[in-house]
């Protein structure tokens, strides 16, 4: 109901008063940040944009700069009344957006640079990707200001198809624009090198994040439930995740069917085993995490989203059932059991297109 109603103000309101609405709001939001200055060291401006678990792994490391986080979702949101949704979402080129919508956001990146920079003087912006729309302008205010900004990519890896399809759409619509790149392997140097990023700009340094395996362990998951209990986790999806965006438009092809079978054995097992503790790790982007929050909840089962949780459900869990995610290469780092769903009617027909972890030795497939 919420979301109706803001839906509804930003269609009656003038596109001048949304700007200030949220312009005010970047302001309060930028002057609520109660994070710590040492004016001796120089300030690194992290973005984060679901992007937890690197930051944290950064942040442990990091003892000469200070560390300012920032959640994009809050900061940025204003942009949206400047573009259209075809730019939104990467389905046409940036440039294509009208020169004036992008000149009225440059001056609102403006803006939200000087308060940033008045507040904590930044010299350098870390980014997990710089092809958001929200971004690209800030990047050109940083750089005509004098303050460089670094991609830290937090994909591990991508699909055969994801590997074509989607280093060209960024080479075409939204080409990379930082000063340098830094990625977790070889192969995802080449996936930039196809997205037309020449090697001067990229450093293979490994996943942050896999380091926050061996420097923090947490027990935050065990507030979840009224006991202690070993802990099995299903990693949920995006329902066309990897799936090519020409079949998901022209044929409507989803995961939706294995995965609401997957959710439904889940709760059958935790209704079976309350020995156990039950997870399901939603995407941090998955659009029903509420609904399924709403359906699936009990002593010893529950739903989480969120950015910051993997790590510590991979460590901790006895299990783990999973499909198309960097968590399943985690798990097998760490040597965990690993359930790989693989019964979707679509899988024989894609399975090329997939992350091949059907072939992969160590881990249980279920067909």
């Not at 509804?8 to 309101?13: G, M």
């Not at 300030?43 to 990091?62: G, K, P, S, V």
């Not at 710089?130 to 994909?155: L, M, P, Q, S």
């Amino acid at each position: 109901m919420l979301a109706l109603i803001r839906r509804f103000i930003k269609k009656i309101l003038p596109k001048a008063a949304l700007v200030r609405i949220y312009r005010w709001q970047a302001k309060r939001y930028i002057n609520s940040l109660s994070i710590p200055v040492d004016t001796c060291k120089k300030t690194l401006l992290a973005l984060n944009h679901f992007f937890d678990q690197d930051l944290r792994a950064l942040e442990i490391c990091n003892t000469d700069f200070n560390f300012v986080k920032i959640d994009t979702t809050i900061l940025f949101k204003g942009a949206k009344i400047h573009f259209n949704p075809d730019v939104q979402a990467m389905r046409v080129p940036y440039e294509s957006e009208h020169p004036v919508n992008r000149n009225n956001w440059y001056r609102e990146t403006e803006f939200i640079f000087g308060l940033l920079d008045k507040r904590f003087h930044m010299k350098l912006i870390i980014t997990p990707a710089d092809c958001y729309y929200w971004i690209r302008e800030f990047i050109e205010v940083a750089r005509r200001h004098g303050v460089k900004t670094i991609v830290i990519n937090k994909e591990g890896t991508v699909s055969p198809e994801y590997f074509e399809s989607e280093s060209a759409r960024i080479r075409n619509n939204a080409p990379f624009l930082s000063d340098h790149l830094f990625v977790w392997s070889e192969r995802q140097r080449t996936y930039w090198n196809r997205a037309g990023v020449s090697d001067d700009y990229i450093s293979v340094v490994g996943q942050p994040r896999s380091d926050l395996f061996f420097l923090e362990k947490k027990n935050e998951i065990d507030r979840l439930f009224p006991k202690k209990q070993p802990l099995v986790t299903l990693f949920s999806y995006m329902d066309e995740a990897y799936i090519p965006i020409s079949l998901v438009r022209q044929e409507g092809l989803s995961w939706r069917e294995m995965k609401k079978e997957t959710h439904e054995e889940v709760a059958r097992l935790a209704d079976k085993y309350t020995g156990y503790n039950f997870v399901v790790k939603t995407h941090p982007q998955q659009p029903d995490l509420y609904e399924l929050q709403r359906k699936y909840n009990s002593d010893n089962l529950r739903v989480i989203g969120g950015s910051s949780v993997a790590n510590e459900l991979i460590q901790r869990s006895e299990l783990i059932i999973a499909f198309q995610t960097t968590a399943v290469i985690e798990a097998m780092f760490l040597n965990k059991r690993v359930i790989y769903t693989f019964w979707d009617r679509h899988v024989s027909r894609l399975q090329d297109d997939l992350l091949p972890f059907h072939k992969a030795a160590g881990i249980r497939i279920a067909r």
